[in-house]
């Protein structure tokens, strides 16, 4: 048997995606800028697609940004509003458990003469919004800080963080390619300045995702050239994956879906805790998690020799097995996880097409590779 359980790394296309997507291979290949009768259907499937889009986070259809990815709307994100800014000066503030794709652009940005505050989390992974508010100067321009974790699950309090910042005349930014599709990511009601899309984290392709920028919000386009949507972001639209995203987020609000992939979770850890007690520890937020992540840990072992003798089942092991040592996630740590404790870690992600019949074979896989 095949299991796969890294849904947060990649989902698989969903069917009617690829259907959505199928006639733009070959039949509707005009340019969307093009006012005649090739340009106009193409214009019209991607005008629809970011209805889509908006229609499921809450927002105006021109307030959606399509980009390459998740990664290139962080850096749009924060670079735009850096640059918006046009003062070379300005206080960041992030946290310490954000995806390289808001770090690095962070330490980028302090080359250029930014200051950044990195936030720490407690020990289920969450940022105290009090802290946010300590963190606020005169100079800070900017607050950026995910939605849900990308390896424990943790939802951050975002809708409170959103006040303080709104209290202080600060956008907020959130990452929100984890949760897209899994809880609700309605930007109005997170009070969310910016808001980062990943479309393959939510069954539509990779190399497609959106920045959700709130009217009024002051960014500079990170790609510059021609007056590609609306000006703020150049390059010809990519049709297909456009209507790939469109579709994946027509498809993503069935309450009962996610109802399901929960019960499935839950019942997964209490099985192991059943076979494996004390040894297995949880990482990350008991309640306030996604609701398909399960991040654990097989306290005594080591997390990537485990993967390695579990017979075709695709998980994440949250530390990496160099000669002679092994390093631990930057997440975990920041949790104050102790290094033993997260160097056994791994992250079972659960999506659609998840069954119990495949959890069982994981857990036999398990209960095999650990020896207990």
């Known amino acids: 048997m095949r299991v796969y359980l890294d849904y947060n790394a990649s989902t698989p296309l969903a069917p009617e995606v690829a259907a959505a997507m199928r006639p733009f291979l070959q039949e509707h290949y005009g340019n969307p800028s093009s006012d005649h009768w090739a340009g106009t259907p193409a214009k019209q499937a991607v005008e629809r697609a970011r209805r889509q889009v908006a229609d499921l986070l809450g927002c105006g259809y021109e307030e959606v940004i399509f980009t390459s990815g998740g990664s290139e709307a962080n850096n749009h994100a924060l670079k735009g509003s850096w640059f918006a800014r046009g003062q070379p000066d300005g206080h960041i503030i992030t946290s310490r458990v954000e995806h390289p794709a808001v770090l690095e652009p962070c330490r980028f940005l302090e080359r250029l003469g930014a200051s950044v505050t990195r936030l720490p989390v407690d ?3 969450r940022v105290d919004p009090d802290d946010v508010r300590r963190a606020i100067g005169p100079r800070t321009f900017l607050i950026s800080v995910m939605h849900a974790n990308n390896e424990v699950g943790t939802l951050q309090p975002i809708a409170q963080i959103a006040r303080i910042a709104a209290e202080h005349g600060v956008p907020l930014h959130t990452d929100a390619a984890q949760s897209v599709g899994k809880v609700d990511a309605n930007i109005a009601r997170l009070g969310a300045s910016l808001m980062s899309v990943a479309g393959h984290k939510l069954y539509a392709p990779k190399g497609i995702g959106a920045l959700i920028a709130r009217a009024g919000t002051p960014l500079e386009p990170l790609i510059h050239g021609a007056g590609h949507e609306a000006g703020r972001r150049a390059g010809t639209e990519n049709v297909i994956l456009a209507v790939g995203l469109g579709e994946a987020c027509r498809l993503a609000d069935d309450p009962q879906a996610t109802a399901r992939i929960l019960t499935l979770r839950d019942r997964f850890f209490a099985q192991l805790q059943e076979a494996f007690g004390h040894r297995v520890r949880l990482n ?14 097989f306290v005594g072992k080591l997390g990537p020799r485990l993967i390695e003798q579990l017979d075709q089942v695709a998980v994440s092991a949250g530390a990496a097995c160099h000669t002679g040592s092994t390093e631990i996630s930057a997440v975990l740590a920041a949790m104050g996880i102790p290094a033993e ?3 056994g870690s791994i992250r079972f992600s659960l999506g659609r097409q998840t069954t119990q019949a495949e959890l069982d074979y994981t857990l036999a896989q398990l209960k095999r590779a650990t020896g207990w």
């Open 123 to 125: 020990g289920t992974g």
């Open 284 to 297: 990350g937020h008991p309640t306030e998690r996604l609701p398909n992540t399960l991040n654990v840990s």
């Open 341 to 343: 404790v997260a160097a």
